[in-house]
């Protein structure tokens, strides 16, 4: 069963420790993947439950008890490992924004089991992490990739290799503190009892470069409607999952199911009687999101077929026509001509 609080937990996360464990001893260990779901290496469908994440970093902790193998996974992570929250975090103005969206997105999307919050002073923005996985042995490693992650992704959005930032893990260094300052930066240190990133004035205010203030509207509107009342009917259910999921790839019935507390049988008979199905609501929720991200002429169709979880470009320009009923090249000079796009930096 998925756990519903902490949301779906992809594939591609196990696969990042996998490979990350793979790296570092030359195999997998043998019990690592006896508790995941048939196909976990190749299916992007699949849901990992939370126990079944647990137990993955718990093998990895036993593997390789001496080493911080959270910062090697968060070596190996980028923006869009993160979904949504990923995309919230890059197309923003500044490094500060960025944060910013990380913090308040993480709740409402409760993308992990931890809380963030932000505190200001004059001389820094601090950002804190409040563990909520005490009880698991391999909490540390944990920490240590959510930190890692943090930093490395807002080092790659800003363009720059080390921006100032000063780092506490929130706990003593597993293994060899150089390792820690080799890839969180110099200014690392393990003494703070809640673990936290700390940021100048001068490097929260650094504009970033692929920014994209009409894009992060359209997705700060999607991610809102995660909060808002809960729809009637379970065709609005499905589309909300679908319009909040699609830009994490969440794009089919075993995925949205659990989120709604269903099997997929069960929401499949539903969406019947609802005279319905879920192929016609992933459409319709795929054509909204496009309508409003082909409005904006600084994304490319590369890009909007990403946001909206098409493997291909290719696949994007058959699925358009089904949707609008005109091709997806008619579209866009239908909206030039009526005005309906906007410059978004």
Same mark, same amino acid.
């Given at each position: 069963?998925?756990d519903?609080?902490y949301g ?5 996360? $196990?696969?990042?420790l ?5 790296r570092r ?8 993947d006896?508790?995941? @779901? ?9 849901? *990992? ?12 902790a ?5 080493e ?8 190996m992570a980028s923006a ?5 929250l ?8 500044t ?7 990380? $913090?308040?997105?993480?709740t $409402? ?9 932000i505190q200001?002073?004059?001389? %820094? ?8 996985? @005490? ?11 959510i930190?890692?992650s ?10 720059r ?5 000063r780092v ?5 260094p597993?293994?060899?503190p150089? *390792?820690y300052? %080799? *890839? ?8 703070a009892?809640?673990p ?8 929260a205010r ?7 203030p009409?894009?992060?509207a359209?997705?700060?509107?999607v ?7 809960? /729809? ?9 999952v679908l319009?909040?999921?699609? /830009?994490?790839?969440?794009?089919? $019935? ?13 929401l499949r008979?539903r969406l019947?009687?609802?005279d319905t ?19 904006? /002429?600084?994304l490319s169709t590369?890009?909007?077929a ?6 291909t ?5 058959r699925?358009?026509p089904r949707?609008?009923g ?8 239908e909206?030039?001509?009526?005005g309906?796009?906007? %410059?978004?930096?």
């Amino acid at each position: 069963m998925l756990d519903k609080e902490y949301g779906i937990i992809r594939p591609r996360f $196990v696969r990042l420790l996998a490979t990350t464990l793979e790296r570092r001893l030359g195999h997998l260990p043998e019990a690592f993947d006896d508790n995941l @779901p048939s196909g976990w290496r190749n299916d992007d469908t699949l849901a *990992i439950s939370k126990a079944q994440m647990i137990q993955a970093w718990e093998i990895a902790a036993k593997a390789l008890p001496a080493e911080p193998f959270g910062l090697y996974v968060a070596q190996m992570a980028s923006a869009s490992l993160f979904g949504l929250l990923g995309y919230l975090a890059q197309y923003s103005a500044t490094v500060e924004e960025a944060c910013l969206q990380v $913090v308040h997105y993480n709740t $409402v999307l409760k993308v992990d089991a931890g809380h963030w919050e932000i505190q200001r002073s004059p001389i %820094e923005l601090v950002i804190r992490y409040h563990v909520h996985l @005490p009880g698991i042995r391999a909490w540390r490693h944990k920490v240590d990739f959510i930190i890692g992650s943090f930093v490395l992704i807002c080092r790659a959005i800003a363009g720059r290799p080390h921006p100032d930032l000063r780092v506490d893990v929130g706990h003593a260094p597993v293994g060899d503190p150089a *390792i820690y300052r %080799e *890839i969180l930066g110099p200014r690392v240190g393990f003494s703070a009892s809640t673990p936290e990133i700390a940021l100048d004035p001068i490097t929260a205010r650094r504009s970033l470069p692929g920014s994209r203030p009409g894009l992060l509207a359209i997705l700060k509107d999607v991610a809102d409607q995660q909060r808002r009342v809960e /729809p009637k009917n379970w065709s609005d259910r499905v589309r909300r999952v679908l319009l909040g999921g699609i /830009p994490d790839g969440i794009t089919t $019935v075993t995925e949205v199911a659990p989120v709604l507390g269903v099997s997929a049988r069960s929401l499949r008979r539903r969406l019947l009687e609802e005279d319905t199905s879920f192929r016609a609501l992933l459409d319709q929720s795929r054509f909204e999101l496009a309508r409003r991200l082909l409005e904006d /002429p600084a994304l490319s169709t590369d890009q909007i077929a990403n946001v909206l979880g098409f493997c291909t470009v290719t696949a994007f320009y058959r699925a358009f026509p089904r949707w609008a009923g005109t091709s997806l090249a008619d579209y866009r000079h239908e909206l030039t001509a009526q005005g309906r796009v906007f %410059e978004s930096s």
